[in-house]
């Protein structure tokens, strides 16, 4: 009995330790070869699921998870929770060093299979004002931001508050493949 209690204890952390999949994944990379740019243009995202408007750092990923019906998983790394809705897959990202379950980044893609991604038939919109996302191509991007994207990946960034020795910014990374949009997503840091 002893040890199948602490053969249940062991598998069930392992269980709960779930990482994101498909293009989530790109979450975890810390790639600091990838264009980062600044820019003036506000990055801050308009997120609404159902009859609910989120704000990054301030909603927690359990009302999300509330709203939706669906439960947040936890892993190493970041606690998040996956929405497939009219062909596109949002990741909901609260990073768990500094999030403390609140939402920090945004993973959106075009539809791939995915398992840990639950449906979600509600409205769910993320914009960025003046901004586009998935709908960006190549060409415009280069008309939106000074910096022209240079490779598969770049990251605009943009200051939004800071708070005495820490500044607060909102950044946006776009995924390519073949110049065409693959996914992009958008982060709230705070740094010193």
Same mark, same amino acid.
């Given at each position: 009995m002893k040890y199948l209690l602490l053969a249940l204890s062991v598998t069930s952390s @392992?269980?709960?330790? %779930?990482?994101?999949?498909?293009?989530?994944?790109n979450?975890?990379? *810390? *790639? #600091?070869?990838? +264009?980062?740019y600044d820019t003036s243009?506000? /990055? @801050? +995202?308009?997120?609404?699921i159902g009859d609910n408007v989120y704000t990054m750092e301030f909603s927690s990923l359990i009302d999300i $998870?509330? %709203?939706?019906? @669906?439960?947040?998983?936890?892993? =190493?790394?970041?606690?998040? &929770?996956?929405l497939a809705s009219k062909g596109v897959n949002y990741w909901f990202i609260? *990073? =768990?060093?500094?999030?403390?379950? *609140? /939402?920090?980044?945004? $993973?959106?893609?075009? $539809?791939?299979?995915?398992?840990?991604? #639950? +449906?979600?038939k509600g409205d769910l919109s993320i914009t960025i004002k003046g901004t586009p996302l998935l709908d960006a191509s190549f060409e415009?991007?280069?008309?939106?931001? &000074?910096?022209? +994207?240079n490779g598969n990946t770049v990251q605009y960034c943009t200051n939004t508050k800071n708070y005495g020795d820490f500044t607060q910014? =909102?950044?946006l990374q776009y995924?390519?493949?073949?110049?065409?949009?693959?996914? @992009?997503?958008?982060?709230?840091?705070?740094?010193n």
């Open positions: @392992v269980a709960m330790a %779930t990482q994101m999949e498909g293009f989530g994944a979450y975890y990379q *810390d *790639d #600091s070869s990838i +264009p980062n243009k506000s /990055l @801050v +995202p308009n997120v609404i $998870a509330k %709203t939706t019906g @669906v439960t947040v998983n936890q892993g =190493n790394q970041a606690s998040w &929770l996956c609260s *990073d =768990n060093e500094m999030g403390q379950g *609140d /939402l920090t980044s945004i $993973a959106i893609a075009k $539809a791939e299979q995915q398992g840990n991604c #639950s +449906p979600y415009n991007i280069s008309s939106i931001f &000074l910096n022209k +994207p910014m =909102n950044c995924f390519f493949k073949n110049k065409s949009i693959k996914g @992009v997503i958008i982060n709230q840091i705070t740094s």
